[in-house]
């Protein structure tokens, strides 16, 4: 079955700075590349997407780039507010099928 | 418009008792789902359904049985309940729409097994 791995598993960063989350798989057929946010206690969001006929997607502080070929996207936050402190999951599928990786703790120091 | 709604929010349950989880969703949607979500760990997928009257195996399906006789509603069953299946359960809906949509969450229902 699919393979998904998130690294790091925890990020602390001071506000302001930028973040990265890379998100690799193995399962060729994945065509669909969502992030989702999850606050303590609330439901998982969706941030951003991107389908595979495409690089990359820009969506104000946020932004996600995919790279087929080497199977890994990889979530971009700009300009870090404290805000932004939750959990992050990629959660590459295919086919109406989503498998979640084990989420990245990301904390934003004021 | 309510999205997706998860009923209980919390139960206790003992050893052995059975309990349904129910999730509506009022999006229209084709698909739905039922996750896990244990401590420190992303979400697992239990049990699907791409329409009415269909229903398919996830990835940690043992011990759960699921329903989808009407469109918008989606139970989840857990016949003798265990410890093991104490955890936060998520509904999820979406679109069939080639290429993937999201899928939006309900918010949950907290179960513990005693």
């Known amino acids: 079955g699919e393979n998904v791995e998130q690294h790091p598993s925890t990020l602390s960063v001071q506000e302001g700075d930028s973040a990265v989350i890379k998100c690799t798989y193995s399962?060729?057929?994945?065509?669909?590349f969502p992030w989702y946010k999850q606050e303590l206690g609330k439901r998982p969001q969706l941030i951003i997407d991107?389908?595979?006929?495409?690089g990359e997607k820009k969506d104000q502080r946020i932004a996600v780039t995919l790279n087929k070929t080497a199977k890994h996207f990889s979530l971009h936050i700009t300009e870090t507010q404290p805000e932004d402190s939750a959990v992050y999951f990629c959660?590459?599928?295919?086919?109406?099928?989503?498998?979640f990786g084990q989420g990245t703790e990301l904390s934003v120091k004021p | 418009n309510a999205g997706v709604t998860q009923t209980p929010k919390f139960r206790v349950l003992k050893t052995g008792q059975s309990m349904t989880l129910l999730c509506a969703q009022d999006m229209n949607h084709e698909y739905m789902y039922w996750y896990r979500q244990d401590p420190g760990m992303g979400l697992r997928l239990i049990h699907y359904?791409?329409?009415?009257?269909?229903?398919a195996k996830g990835e940690v399906p043992d011990g759960y049985n699921v329903s989808r006789l009407k469109k918008q509603n989606f139970l989840l069953g857990l016949e003798s309940a265990a410890p093991s299946q104490t955890s936060v359960y998520f509904c999820?809906?979406?679109?069939?729409?080639?290429?993937?949509?999201?899928?939006?969450f309900g918010d949950g229902t907290r179960l513990s097994i005693l």
């Open positions: 359904s791409v329409g009415e009257g269909t229903t």
């Open positions: 991107i389908r595979s006929n495409v």
């Open positions: 399962d060729s057929a994945s065509n669909y």
């Open positions: 959660a590459p599928g295919e086919g109406g099928k989503l498998i």
């Open positions: 999820a809906s979406t679109t069939h729409v080639r290429g993937g949509q999201p899928q939006h």
